[in-house]
DNA sequence: TAGTTACTGTGAATTATGTAACGTTGTGAA
DNA sequence: TTCACAACGTTACATAATTCACAGTAACTA
């Protein structure tokens, strides 16, 4: 009887944490993660040694609870007297967001949104390495562009199976985002950053975050001036 | 009597009205309305005249049910039969989220990124007139760099209220972005498009969109393994 | 003209996301 | 040693966002 509530009680975790994926984070927690740990980083080269949540919060720009709960999610916990250790916090959410043996990442289309994107990343970041730069630009490959060398497009499945990459940089213009987003994922990408002005269809199971420039100056435009005539109401 | 209801009618009205920011759109709801419309433009351009919410929605990666809404938010109807007419729609969404007379726009920084950006502003999006760009690299500034004459940075705050710029875009490594943010905003600009890595501090009334591509292609790299995961257990 | 169909518009339900509140805990001072 | 305090961890709550579901409607058919 008791056996048969335990085995009940198991399963019915089991049931939990696999159908919706572990303790499954959220995106916007990864990403605000992602900005802690920046943060903590540069904290660090000041000489710091602890962090409160609400200096956290205040650099990061968000609610000092906000930060605890993310904190809470990477399973860290921190002393009510000193705070957080930044070091242990660092160490922690890159347990959760690094891959242990790191992920190597490429990059197509080497104008200068993905020149900007490769210099993003010289030496910063050792768990996500870009070891292949594509274009299809004769001008443009075969040359070493920002310490990588740029391949033809037409060798992007070969080095990509070759160089086990699992993450994709999308920097070509809309025509060929399509296109090039395919062969990605057929050559075994399963994540992609894409910077073309539209939406990709891929298959599921992959992941594909936009960045879309044009949007977000319009947001921009448009708060800028609809928070005006706010502020302009309340004089 | 009807007359009393009626002014306790349009009292309310007004206070729904001016209390709430007017119908205020939602920063991810104006973000899709400029989405839908780049994607009506495109649309248009290959001979299409009405189109329905599912297939704005598939293009848009959305559910049919949030095109409606969204379009709804923007107070135009289409019809049960034909959809949507695309100019008509396209004509709504401009009301809303282009300014009548435009705005004109600021690019601090022109480095790879920064040309990156002005390209994507070539001719298009006519209401959003790029009116200056800055660097305060010697070597690219009083020089005409994608049609745009590059000024030194010592200038910002003169050509910024003369041009009665009010939307700024931050294209400077993160040492120089608050300093640059400051000026912006002490010059006039009420909203600011960031691509520094690091939050930008900003008084109440300016509105700030930060383009994280470090923290966007961490969360790539997290979900590129985590829905990998996800695809092996279902296997 | 009545029936059928497929879509829109929208209130209700649901789900995500963020905030507030509060018990808990470790530290330093008296 | 005990108290006060400040910040954490966690739960409960509030708000925002999204999806559901269905009434309403315009066209098309016969």
Chains 1, 2 share one sequence.
Do not use: W
Request: positive net charge.
């Amino acid at each position: 009887m008791v056996l048969s509530i335990a085995a009940v009680k198991n399963l019915e975790l089991t049931l939990e944490d696999v159908g919706k994926g572990e303790n499954m984070i959220s995106a916007k927690s990864i990403g605000r993660l992602s900005l802690y740990r920046r943060l903590l980083i540069s904290l660090k080269t000041r000489g710091e040694e602890n962090v409160h949540s609400h200096k956290l919060a205040s650099l990061g720009g968000v609610s000092p609870a906000q930060v605890r709960r993310d904190i809470m999610a990477v399973g860290y916990s921190g002393s009510p007297a000193r705070g957080y250790s930044i070091d242990e916090l660092v160490e922690c959410i890159g347990r959760i967001i690094d891959h242990p043996e790191g992920q190597n990442v490429a990059l197509v289309g080497v104008g200068h949104l993905g020149r900007a994107v490769l210099n993003y990343f010289r030496g910063r970041r050792p768990k996500l390495r870009v070891r292949a730069a594509f274009d299809n630009d004769i001008n443009k490959t075969n040359r070493v562009l920002h310490g990588y060398r740029a391949h033809p497009v037409t060798q992007l499945a070969e080095i990509i199976k070759r160089e086990k990459i699992t993450v994709g940089i999308v920097c070509v213009p809309k025509e060929a985002a399509q296109d090039v987003a395919n062969n990605l994922v057929d050559a075994g990408c399963r994540g992609i950053l894409n910077f073309a002005p539209i939406p990709l269809r891929v298959p599921p199971g992959v992941y594909v975050e936009d960045i879309d420039i044009t949007m977000s100056l319009e947001k921009v435009a448009y708060f800028a001036r609809e928070t005006a005539k706010e502020e302009e109401k309340t004089e």
